[in-house]
């Protein structure tokens, strides 16, 4: 019995030689997307915050966002652009809050990859079997805790720490009177948090069809 | 052959080669300190002929050296628990030289210091902090334990520096504004740091700026307000940091000061333009205090009248106490009632004081001022003066019962006492009239001072610290002490004057060419050597004499005219005299008991002192190029074996023995600041002769290469035996 590279589509391939799939490669290219998604949301803003603050006739716009490891805001008032970034030092109870969501966060991560390295193998050998998708599957879940665990307690913390003048709601609007005069905020999730929601979304998708791939069997070697 | 050569023999052949393509190593400094180094007369006069001189290592004074209890004062604030004020001096300055004073306004004295720390600085009375902006980050400093708890470094970036600092009690942040201004295009900004008290970090950065000037707080809105040089004032709310406001129609602003009882700011400022006025251009200045209404973020008015030029008012501060503005201007500080705008009081004659300090104990107001600090009380409108330790200091004498140093006040009527055991200032001696000279007299435990106004020599009776008497009609700067005789030589317009230290009375004299200035003292063999000083009656030549202190009889004379001698020391281990020459001549090394010159040195450029130091052998010559440097001179070599680099032009020397430092007296003769220097005995390694490292280090190559060419031959016989056992066998 001889082997041959043309195979139809969709057929398994049984020789490490043997490119992979469309569909494989939509699976790989996916989660690698999420990967990619993934490091980026641990540096973007998972929550900002866009206050007008009037006084007189001149409007001061404060635009911040809050990552995981620190705050950064543009700050515009008349004749000036000012630029802001801060840590959460002085903010225990959001330090405290944004512990469980960074360590998520970095596990989404860390598994999100090995689902991609264990796919990329997958291409080229037949044991991990469906261990990329279960690994996906696992990255997709702790990207939704993560990003449910923080929807639900960085307002709170935020709030318990003062950083915010509004409640605990994790999206709104609001308008109130401050020491500096009437301001307007409107505050919601960040792209970050977002991204992280989109990674779990894209390994989701990506371990559901590696999971719906036709199995890998290895070929007889000729003359055998 | 080379394939049968042996390990070793290749090992020797590379230590020959190494040795003799090397030549001879130069040694290394060391800090370690050692005894003397054994030389002879003779070892020093077979140097014969100028000598060249080597690229040496310079290095600066270890820290901390700088004895003073206020220098180039700056900053300062008030610890409202201890009624202690903390003074910043030399900000900037190398970490030898700075360092932050700890003043107790009830007792009047320095209580202590913090050092290596200065700078722009608040204290933070919830932790019992002074956090001082320093480099390009901050210090935390322990006010109980004068203790350095934290250090945050790298807020700033290089080129970038501090200007201001502000304090938010509520928040528990520091505010710290560095600013940075680049050439062409100019460009002014600034990034604020904001650093947690609490946790001894920085938490967050406020950048793109423009220059900042002044930050205040205040209390009522919980707003810091930061000024700007361009005329503007942005607002930050320091709970979020966020900015939230601007304002502008300042004109030059620079210190901001909040007053509580009107809720204003209160900002000194000042600017100046060219105008152009049919074809006139000139210059127009503006200066004021700008009163700044922050409820509505507008300029409300402004205080004018201070009749400054266009550098101010710089600096102010609102006093609570007498509700008073305090505001510091080029040439006086004002104050002013802030409701009326009238001036209240006014010190004059300044020259830009400031910064100001409000100190909530006692309701003083404090105005850094050169060397010191200016306390102005407000109820009996009187101005006193704290500090100003020295005023060009010229000489120095060491008082070895006390371990004690004495600085002459050169343009003042002080000595100041400086204890050699801590090396601080333990007080001041008064009632001289410009003193420029102080010997110590151990056997009569007395301080002899010479009166340069008057031309007499203070006798001051150290047990007592008040004079006992004067010599009339010296030459004051001329004074030298013989260990050996126990008399003091005294410079006179005629000649040399001997003073018995026990009697304090004239016992001899001695007439020569004009005056006689004694120059340098040999108590070994009991000779002193001294230089005319020709004048109208007896021009010149100068003669160096050598005179037997016993009897004053003169031992040799040379005529020295071309030498251009302006100090002199007397080395006891080669039994020369080391010789400072004026203009660049470098330092002549002269036979003691001949007056013959054996060698120049050169180097200095224009020696002050000369200073044989017995606990490393060395010769020290203080020279006055530049910001002033010290020769270190090797007597057995006669050649300079170290520069150690001085804060400003020395004057005059002396060796502490309790401690082996050598005290400098540094200061300009026209300028009433300096200061005094201890200079470790340190041991620096010996320029090795040339010659004797080569000799070395060629006997050592051919030695290796011996080496080698024998093992070789050991080799080779031994493998022409083992092929001769082969062949018999074979």
Not at chain 1, 112 to 121: D, E, H, N, P, Q
Not at chain 2, 137 to 142: I, M, W
Not at chain 2, 643 to 664: S, T
């Amino acid at each position: 019995m001889t082997d041959t590279l043309e195979k139809p589509l969709g057929a398994a391939r049984s020789h490490p030689g043997q490119p992979a799939s469309p569909r494989e490669l939509i699976v790989l290219v996916t989660m690698g997307l999420a990967v990619v998604v993934a490091l980026a949301a641990l540096l973007g803003p998972w929550f900002t915050v866009v206050t007008y603050r009037y006084f007189e006739n001149t409007v001061a716009i404060d635009n911040r966002g809050y990552g995981l490891f620190g705050y950064s805001a543009t700050d515009t008032v008349p004749g000036m652009n000012a630029t802001i970034s801060g840590n959460y030092l002085p903010w225990p109870s959001v330090r405290s809050a944004l512990l469980s969501v960074q360590i998520l966060a970095a596990l989404t991560l860390v598994v999100g990859l090995s689902a991609v390295v264990f796919t990329i193998i997958g291409t080229r050998r037949t044991w991990p079997g469906p261990l990329p998708a279960i690994l996906g599957l696992s990255s997709a879940a702790l990207a939704f805790v993560g990003a449910v665990v923080f929807a639900t307690t960085f307002p709170g913390a935020a709030h318990a720490d003062g950083l915010f003048d509004f409640g605990a709601s994790f999206l709104g609007s609001a308008s109130v009177t401050s020491a500096n005069g009437p301001l307007t905020q409107t505050w919601g999730p960040g792209w970050a948090w977002s991204g992280l929601l989109s990674v779990g979304v894209l390994f989701l998708v990506a371990s559901l069809s590696a999971l719906r791939l036709p199995s890998r069997r290895p070929l007889s070697e000729p003359g055998f | 052959m080379w394939r049968r050569s042996t390990p070793r023999a290749g090992a020797a052949v590379s230590v020959a080669v190494f040795l003799l393509a090397l030549g001879p190593l130069q040694g290394t400094p060391s800090d370690a300190a050692n005894g003397h180094v054994a030389r002879s007369a003779s070892q020093a006069a077979t140097n014969v002929g100028e000598l060249s001189i080597q690229p040496l290592a310079v290095s600066a004074l270890s820290a901390p050296y700088g004895i003073f209890n206020f220098k180039n004062v700056g900053s300062s604030v008030v610890d409202p628990g201890t009624g202690y004020l903390y003074v910043s001096n030399n900000e900037g300055s190398s970490p030898g030289s700075s360092r932050t004073t700890i003043f107790d306004p009830v007792r009047s004295s320095v209580v202590g210091f913090i050092e290596g720390v200065a700078g722009p600085m608040v204290f933070d009375s919830a932790h019992g902090e002074i956090v001082v902006l320093q480099g390009d980050g901050a210090v935390f400093a322990n006010t109980t334990t004068g203790q350095v708890v934290a250090i945050v470094s790298g807020l700033a970036p290089e080129g970038w520096r501090h200007a201001v600092i502000a304090l938010d009690p509520v928040e528990g942040l520091v505010y710290a504004a560095y600013n940075f201004q680049s050439s062409g295009p100019i460009w002014l900004g600034s990034t604020i740091d904001i650093l947690s008290v609490r946790l001894h970090a920085a938490v967050a950065q406020i950048s793109g700026l423009w220059w900042t000037s002044g930050i205040a707080f205040d209390a009522q809105d919980g707003n810091l307000y930061v000024a700007s040089v361009l005329g503007g004032m942005t607002v930050i709310d320091p709970r979020k940091n966020a900015v939230v406001g601007a304002l502008s129609g300042l004109d030059g602003p620079n210190e901001v000061a909040f007053n509580p009882d009107d809720g204003n700011l209160y900002v000194s400022s000042s600017n100046g333009r060219y105008v152009n006025e049919n074809g006139t251009v000139r210059e127009v200045c503006t200066g004021g205090v700008a009163i700044v209404d922050p409820r509505t973020r507008r300029v409300a008015g402004t205080i004018t009248g201070f009749h400054v030029g266009c550098n101010g008012p710089n600096h102010v501060v609102y006093d609570p106490d007498d509700r008073n503005l305090y505001v510091a201007n080029e040439t006086s500080i004002v104050a002013v009632d802030p409701s009326t705008h009238a001036f209240r009081w006014e010190i004059s004659g300044l020259g830009y004081p400031g910064p100001l300090t409000y100190d909530p104990v006692n309701h003083h107001v404090y105005a850094a001022f050169g060397d010191g600090l200016l306390d102005l009380d407000p109820v009996a409108r009187q101005v006193a003066s704290i500090g100003q330790d020295y005023a060009s200091p010229f000489a120095v004498a060491y008082d070895s019962s006390r371990n004690r140093i004495y600085a002459t006040n050169r343009v003042s009527t002080s000595v100041v006492v400086i204890d050699g055991a801590t090396n601080r200032i333990v007080g001041h001696l008064q009632g001289f009239s410009s003193p420029d000279s102080v010997t110590y007299d151990p056997l009569a435990d007395e301080l002899f001072v010479g009166n340069e106004r008057n031309y007499t020599l203070s006798i001051v009776d150290l047990g007592t610290n008040r004079t006992v008497g004067a010599i009339p009609n010296v030459l004051p700067w001329g004074v030298l002490y013989d260990s050996r005789s126990g008399h003091l030589y005294v410079s006179t317009d005629t000649g040399m004057d001997v003073v018995s230290g026990q009697t304090n009375t004239i016992i001899g004299n001695v007439t020569a060419y004009g005056s006689l200035s004694p120059m340098a003292i040999d108590s070994v063999h009991g000779r002193i050597f001294a230089l005319t000083e020709p004048n109208v009656t007896y021009p010149a030549p100068i003669h160096l004499i050598a005179f037997d202190s016993a009897n004053l009889t003169v031992l040799w004379e040379v005529n020295a005219t071309d030498l251009g001698i302006t100090c002199a020391a007397f080395d006891p281990l080669n039994e020369n005299l080391y010789a400072g020459l004026w203009g660049g001549a470098g330092i002549a090394v002269i036979e003691s008991t001949t007056g013959r010159v054996l060698t120049r040195i050169p180097g200095s450029f224009l020696p002050t002192a000369v200073l044989f130091n017995p606990s490393n052998g060395y010769v020290y010559v203080a020279d006055q190029p530049g910001s002033g440097v010290l020769w270190v001179i090797d007597g057995a070599s006669n050649r300079v074996i170290h520069q150690i680099a001085l804060p400003d032009e020395p004057n005059r020397m002396a060796y502490d023995d309790a401690n082996q430092a050598i005290y400098v007296a540094l200061g300009h003769p026209l300028e009433s600041s300096g200061l005094v220097a201890a200079v470790p005995s340190l041991a620096y390694p010996a320029e090795s002769s040339p010659i004797t490292l080569w000799i070395g280090a060629i006997g050592g190559g051919v030695s290796a290469l011996v080496v080698a060419v024998v093992l070789i031959r050991r080799r080779r016989s031994r493998l022409d035996s083992e092929g001769s056992r082969d062949d018999r066998h074979s």
